[in-house]
């Protein structure tokens, strides 16, 4: 009920649902009844032997049974097949919606069935929100116990101590200067005739050799920096700040472009994917501590697209300076030998997005960025990020744990790492229990 009817909505049809229509106090037997008679143009029954044995839903297969006899509608009554049931007196000869086998292909089915039977579309297509939030409230139980929680935070456990304001000794071409700028191997920021950098005049020579020679205009001490800017420069703190989150965020860019991870850009940033060349195709990356292994895929196969996970990173100082992760996902065609052809359309992008990760759970999302962070950092703890001869940006790459005093339980029955077989499914489940 809770997958199926938001898609028959979206499809255009109206559902009832006693769990949003019946209010405290109500008589439900009469209010069901009354829906069935003068409201209901089909009756929709969920078929399995644990719906089937419920008293309430023998009586609603029994009114509907006499409204049959009543109506021109013969089909008034349509089964659908959510697992092998016994047969049940009054839909025993009826011919039934297999959903047993797969949900995206019962789905079809049974549209294709109300469409042919021409069942009037009154919802206007409108997907009424109570849906998400009922399942939300019931798919979470809370237990008087703490729970360690995990963040999508990574503490920036080291930073240089400088930072360098660098102008060429000779007049520069400003178009040249800003191309080789924004393509050189370390993090620059532009100011004044020149950069701000963690990088040194010498870590420039050669790259900049059509330039000239650099020298040191001034240097910055990080921490008076981000704190009060410097005067002397005309730098404001909050600018200061904001320089400061330029060049960890391109730090962090550059990092991934040398680790060969795909980039991508969305509207609203860059991100960074597991390509073909990084991660093979529908396997699996394990991730975890010591005696806690689990493992997450970062490629796969969803609705005839190729997806591939990756991530955008917004730098942060407060509370104190860390990178906050963005979970992001990329669609491609499938070409020769399962090659990954990128879709260029954002308007499909955006439709896949929604379909298929819709349905993957926040176990999920956490599995597939901790499994990018350990496919990121390798065999060590922490990841580098490389500034210039000044030093580097060490973060630490197991995101930041926080103890939350209650405990939510899942209360879905699919495994930690457990995979929906029908992967065409928009509700289906990828990957380790919730994606």
């Known amino acids: 009920m809770l997958w199926l009817a938001p898609r028959l909505e979206a499809a255009g049809y109206k559902v009832f649902a006693d769990i949003f229509d019946l209010d405290a106090g109500d008589e439900w037997r009469g209010k069901l009844t009354a829906a069935l008679q003068t409201r209901a143009v089909k009756m929709l029954l969920c078929c399995s032997d644990e719906t089937l044995a419920r008293r309430g839903v023998l009586e609603e297969i029994a009114i509907a049974e006499d409204l049959t006899k009543q109506l021109p509608d013969s089909n008034f009554i349509i089964p659908l097949k959510i697992r092998a049931f016994k047969k049940v007196f009054g839909i025993g000869g009826l011919q039934y919606v297999d959903f047993e086998s797969g949900w995206a292909k019962g789905l079809a089915n049974l549209l294709k069935s109300l469409e042919k039977q021409q069942v009037p579309k009154a919802g206007g297509g409108v997907i009424q929100p109570e849906w998400y939030a009922y399942l939300r409230r019931h798919a979470v139980e809370i237990e008087g116990a703490p729970e360690v929680l995990t963040s999508n935070w ?214 597939r960025v901790m499994a990018f962070m350990e496919l990121l950092a390798g065999d060590s703890p922490y990841v580098d990020l490389a500034v210039g001869s000044g030093g580097s940006i060490t973060l630490d790459a197991m995101p930041i744990q926080f103890t939350a005093p209650v405990t939510a339980r899942q209360t879905n029955r699919l495994g930690e790492d457990a995979e929906d077989p029908d992967t065409s499914t928009l509700g289906g489940h990828f990957e380790d229990e919730d994606a």
């Open 154 to 367: 990574l503490r920036i456990m080291r930073m240089p101590d400088k930072l360098n304001h660098l102008v060429p000794r000779n007049r520069a071409n400003e178009a040249v200067l800003r191309k080789l700028g924004a393509s050189f191997e370390f993090p620059m920021a532009e100011f004044g005739d020149g950069f701000l950098t963690f990088a040194s005049p010498p870590d420039l020579e050669e790259y900049f050799e059509q330039v000239g020679p650099f020298r040191t205009e001034r240097d910055f001490d990080i921490l008076g920096f981000l704190e009060n800017g410097s005067a002397d420069a005309g730098i404001e703190g909050r600018d200061a700040k904001s320089i400061m989150v330029n060049l960890f965020r391109q730090a962090w860019e550059k990092h991934c472009v040398r680790q060969g991870f795909l980039a991508h850009t969305f509207s609203n940033g860059l991100s960074f994917h597991v390509g073909e060349e990084k991660f093979g195709l529908k396997k699996r990356m394990s991730w975890g501590r010591q005696g806690e292994r689990r493992s997450s895929m970062l490629r796969g196969v969803a609705r005839k697209k190729i997806w591939e996970y990756g991530v955008s990173v917004v730098p942060s100082l407060f509370p104190y300076p860390h990178m906050r992760l963005k979970g992001r996902v990329l669609f491609s065609d499938i070409g020769d030998r399962n090659k990954a052809i990128v879709i260029p359309d954002t308007k499909t992008q955006f439709r896949l997005r929604r379909s298929v990760c819709s349905s993957w759970r926040n176990k999920a999302w956490h599995g």
